[in-house]
């Protein structure tokens, strides 16, 4: 049986690896000159490979259509994946959150274990081949090939789209998956950036441009009601904010972001009360009780941030510690407990980690990820309309699917 699989991300060199060990001919094309280039930048370069959790904690990650996954999943759980790479050579550890990275921090290991794995099992990999056109036989609605943009066409018994979204477009995300479904007669849902950083009207932020907040609470509010919540790490950058806590925050209120402005609120001591940070502020101001307020404060934050802290807190930075009245002191507690700040808008694909939609996953068997309208052709990974939050979610569909779809050309 002759395989074709379009696209040489995570799904598409996993896709092809579990087809050839099946007994396929397998012929991966990568449009650009090497695989996994978008894999090689994910996680800062670490490559979060997937998460650890319990498998129902898989699920509870997936922002929508999580019951779709079920077989893939069960099928090739998070377990698998670590055993995978483990088996190929390349070794895990497992950090907070449960997130799992090859033990080097480099995302070019886990390439190379799948590199290794394609070789192995005679994958063979055509670079620089770009594919222009699905072929289907439209009276009997089966999959016969592509054809390549040099007019090559290659003809196949089954055909698996792995392609990505559009995020990242200098590594090739260019939506080409997409068209491909659609020509095929396959619904795409409506796209938009997932994984994202925010836009933060106050100029203050660009002060605070690389400063990392570690164990901090975020809330986002709409007209006053919160919309989420949740608790880890953020970064500042020169327009607003992003960080692992920020992204994921993207997914869940990133639609409501386009209708009106939202209101982020961070709680820089999450694990204290406004009564015990009251107390730990006023030991402070006891401690430097004869030194200037923008001096009193140094061990409440990092360096970066005082100078923000003090501007905001309509404190007088010259004035004595020890003539701060009540009010003044509490409403700096109340700062520090909700330093607020107004969302505007998203970033755009060139900074989203993640595609939000994709092909309807109605129109796709869960079992196989085989298509319902034509016979032969599956797909794998982000080109389905499946996201997750930050954490190794993503690259577990990808997994999952991909595992699916390369055991499901044998059915």
């Given amino acids: 049986m002759k395989i074709v699989i379009i696209g040489g991300g995570p799904a598409g060199m996993m896709a092809a690896i579990t087809a050839a060990k099946a007994g396929a001919d397998v012929v991966l094309l990568e449009k650009n000159e090497k695989t996994g280039k978008k894999l090689f930048i994910t996680g800062k370069g670490r490559c979060n490979v997937t998460n650890a959790c319990d498998t129902e904690n898989l699920f509870a990650n997936v922002m929508e259509h999580s019951k779709f996954l079920y077989s ?3 099928g090739y759980d998070n377990q698998a994946v670590m055993q995978f790479f483990e088996d190929a050579g390349c070794h895990l550890k497992t950090e907070r959150g449960q997130r799992v990275f090859p033990e080097s921090d480099h995302s070019s290991d886990i390439l190379r274990a799948l590199d290794r794995e394609m070789q192995k099992a005679g994958v063979k990999v055509r670079l620089n081949s770009e594919v222009e056109e699905v072929l289907i036989d439209n009276e009997k609605k089966q999959i016969l090939g592509v054809r390549l943009h040099n007019r090559e066409k290659i003809m196949a018994d089954r055909l698996i789209i792995a392609t990505g979204g559009i995020s990242y477009v200098l590594t090739g995300s260019t939506g080409d998956g997409y068209r491909f479904a659609r020509e095929a007669g396959h619904s795409v849902t409506k796209l938009s950036p997932a ?17 990392s907040l570690r164990n901090v609470e975020a809330t986002i509010e709409v007209e006053g009601r919160n919309i989420y919540s949740d608790f ?17 925050a993207s997914s869940y209120v990133g639609k409501k972001l386009k209708a009106k402005e939202l209101t982020l609120k961070i709680d820089l001591k999450p694990a204290l ?15 430097n009780q004869n030194r200037q307020f923008k001096n009193a404060v140094h061990k409440l934050f990092p360096s970066k ?12 930075p010259e004035k004595k510690v020890n003539v701060i009245t009540k009010e003044e002191r509490l409403g700096f507690v109340r700062l520090i407990k909700g330093l607020t700040c107004t969302l505007t808008d998203l970033r755009d694909y060139n900074e989203a ?18 298509s319902k309208l034509v016979k032969g052709l599956h797909f794998a990974g982000e080109v389905l309309d499946l996201d997750a939050v930050t954490g190794g979610f993503n690259l577990q569909i990808a997994w999952s699917t991909a595992y699916a779809a390369g055991t499901g050309i044998q059915i």
């Fill in 353 to 370: 980690i993640i595609t939000k939609g994709g092909i309807k996953i109605k129109e796709v068997d869960p079992g196989t990820m085989e």
């Fill in 195 to 211: 994984l994202v950083p925010f836009n933060i009207e106050e100029d203050w932020c660009k002060q605070l441009q690389g400063l």
């Fill in 273 to 287: 009360s406004e009564e015990q940070l009251d107390h730990r502020v006023l030991r402070e101001f006891e401690e």
């Fill in 305 to 316: 941030l005082i100078p923000v802290m003090i501007e905001l807190s309509g404190i007088d």
């Fill in 72 to 74: 893939a999943v069960y």
């Fill in 232 to 248: 880890g790490e953020m970064l500042f950058t020169h327009y607003g904010v992003s960080g692992p806590l920020i992204l994921s």
